[in-house]
């Protein structure tokens, strides 16, 4: 797992806190014999470590301050992320940063057009994480 790092001027980044989770590991003992294999699986694969770096695309002075806990049992960890910098975090969080698309919401004013757009719609999301050793 990543550790708390600090920078120059003193700001700590990377897995700053760990809380215990209140819900129970149950071991998925009430799903299907073949759905619960799968979750194993999935839970195993979220859990592996790999070595990913923070881009923001608003620019170099955003953070990312986020807690993560995919799975009942599993602690609580909350990191905060600065762009540019490398951290080992596990496969879940990346793939729910690199997976989470904002929404522009509807009833605004097009820039080029003037006209009002009626619907939402998803649009890039700000953070990104590229891989270094996965």
Not at 19 to 34: L, Q
Not at 37 to 60: F, I, P, S
Request: contains cysteine; proline residues 5%; glycine residues 6%.
């Amino acid at each position: 797992m990543s550790t708390m790092l600090l920078t120059a001027s003193g700001e700590k980044h990377g897995l700053i806190r760990t809380v215990a989770n209140s819900v129970p590991d149950t071991g998925f003992k009430h799903m299907e014999p073949k759905w619960r294999e799968q979750a194993k699986k999935m839970r195993e694969e979220d859990h592996k470590t790999v070595r990913a770096r923070y881009l923001n695309k608003v620019g170099n002075h955003e953070r990312l301050t986020k807690p993560y806990c995919r799975w009942a049992g599993d602690p609580i960890h909350t990191y905060h992320l600065i762009p540019g910098n490398v951290y080992e975090l596990p496969m879940g969080f990346v793939n729910e940063i690199n997976n989470k698309k904002d929404i522009q919401r509807s009833d605004r004013v097009d820039v080029d057009t003037d006209k009002i757009s009626t619907k939402d719609s998803e649009v890039e999301g700000v953070h990104q994480l590229v891989p270094v050793s996965f």
